[in-house]
T-cell receptor, first 115, second 114 residues
Framework: AQSVTQLDSHVSVSEGTPVLLRCNYSSSYSPSLFWYVQHPNKGLQLLLKYTSAATLVKGINGFEAEFKKSETSFHLTKPSAHMSDAAEYFC?????????????FGKGTMLLVSP | EAQVTQNPRYLITVTGKKLTVTCSQNMNHEYMSWYRQDPGLGLRQIYYSMNVEVTDKGDVPEGYKVSRKEKRNFPLILESPSPNQTSLYFCASNPLGTGNNEQFFGPGTRLTVL
């Protein structure tokens, strides 16, 4: 069965400093991995996705993530945080075992950005 | 405008009173899905549909029903709501008959069951 663990429930950074949001997954069947962002009282927006192409994936708003099979990780990074990045972030996995029909979300990481 | 719409956006009801939350997409997407979001638990998939007349259970289907009679609509039905179904619900769709693609989310429906 697929699963995903977001290692931090909250991450606090200062504006202009790097962001690292950690995600580990469990899947034995060619996983696809996604990061979504949810701003307060808003729906979810796709930041980036990995679907077995390049392991370093670039997304919107300067975010990127690297798929590391040996570490079963898909951490999200950004070189310099902006106040508008404050939101909740979800790591998501889907895999071939389920025919990519089901998605499993992590519990979320709240990113707090201070001036 | 391409979008996923949900109605109602907010609903307060009482235990046992049947309700339906509608979901409609205008993008001709094959795959549609329902999630509930609870604090500290992230989003959990309730039901999904890979095409018309094809539905299947997600991780938390108990107490819910769905139907997919036409491609654009995927209503969520609570036959006898209970307080533990108080949650924020999202409908989503994507163009493939699979979840392996970007999901387009609706704006959410906040349900309170008293």
């Amino acid at each position: 069965a697929q699963s995903v663990t977001q290692l931090d429930s909250h991450v606090s950074v200062s504006e202009g400093t790097p962001v690292l949001l950690r995600c580990n997954y469990s899947s034995s069947y060619s996983p696809s991995l996604f990061w979504y962002v949810q701003h307060p009282n808003k729906g979810l927006q796709l930041l980036l996705k990995y679907t077995s192409a390049a392991t370093l994936v670039k997304g919107i708003n300067g975010f990127e993530a690297e798929f590391k099979k040996s570490e079963t990780s898909f951490h999200l990074t950004k070189p310099s945080a902006h106040m508008s990045d404050a939101a909740e972030y979800f790591c998501v996995v889907s895999d071939r075992y389920s025919g990519y029909s089901t998605l499993t979300f992590g519990k979320g990481t709240m990113l707090l950005v201070s001036p | 405008e391409a979008q996923v719409t949900q109605n109602p956006r907010y609903l307060i009801t009482v235990t046992g009173k049947k309700l339906t939350v509608t979901c409609s997409q205008n993008m001709n997407h094959e795959y549609m899905s329902w999630y509930r979001q609870d604090p500290g638990l992230g989003l959990r998939q309730i039901y999904y549909s890979m095409n018309v007349e094809v539905t299947d259970k997600g991780d938390v289907p108990e107490g819910y029903k769905v139907s997919r009679k036409e491609k654009r609509n995927f209503p969520l039905i609570l036959e006898s709501p209970s307080p533990n179904q108080t949650s924020l619900y999202f409908c989503a769709s994507n163009p493939l008959g699979t979840g392996n693609n970007e999901q387009f989310f609706g704006p959410g429906t906040r349900l309170t069951v008293l």
